[in-house]
């Protein structure tokens, strides 16, 4: 019958369905959350481009003989350091914590040796007992007091100038001014003599 038949394919299904159940294959594992992307590697910062330099003149490959080369010892421990520029003859390298400036040796009227930074930064000061570090962009004094030991001689050799002659010093002090000497007051000139008074004539 009919009816049976169907009854019977019903209840075959159904006691197969927990066996195809069983057999079926596992769904495949999700797969992990891919990783966070590497964050990419900050660039190095380069070195800014080396400035161009035009063949020194005669003054300055001159005053660059002037310049004294080595370590300074300056105020608060710190150092500098002052070299010939390993490229171009007449300039100078100033290097100051860990910055190198490339300077232009200018000799002034004064007799100071002035080294010029080429962009325009820094300006390097030498004079006979110290030589200091300006900041021409602010106005002011990076390091000071920083004596090369050619300086330190000079300044030793002062010193004993003064003990040995005491107007030393006031030769020194007018060398570093401005040149002018103060002179002392002219004396007023003396008033002339007061003339005798005639005498009276007799009546």
């Known amino acids: 019958m009919p009816t049976l038949r169907s009854s019977a394919a019903a209840l075959i299904l159904c006691a197969a369905l927990p066996a195809f ?29 080396e400035p161009v330099l035009v063949d020194a003149d005669e003054a300055q490959l001159a005053a660059a003989e002037r310049a004294y080369l080595g370590d300074y010892a300056c105020e608060f421990k710190e150092t500098v350091l002052i070299e010939k520029h390993p490229k171009v003859a007449g300039y100078i390298n100033v290097v100051w914590k860990k910055q190198v400036f490339t300077m232009k040796p200018v000799l002034s009227s004064t007799g100071a040796l002035r080294l010029e930074d080429v962009t325009g930064r820094t300006l390097m000061i030498q004079i006979a007992n110290k030589s200091m570090l300006l900041d021409t962009k602010i106005g002011q004094r990076l390091i000071d007091d920083c004596v090369h030991p050619e300086q330190l001689k000079l300044i030793e050799a002062a010193k004993a100038a003064k003990i040995n002659d005491p107007e030393a010093e006031a030769a020194a002090a007018a060398r570093s001014g401005l040149g002018i000497t103060p002179t002392a007051p002219e004396a007023p000139a003396p008033a002339p003599a007061a003339k005798p008074a005639k005498p009276a004539k007799a009546k």
Do not use: C, D, W
């Open 21 to 49: 159940a069983q057999t079926a294959p596992a769904k495949p594992a999700a797969k992990p959350a891919a990783k966070a992307a590497k964050p990419a590697p900050a660039k190095k910062a380069l070195p800014p481009p």
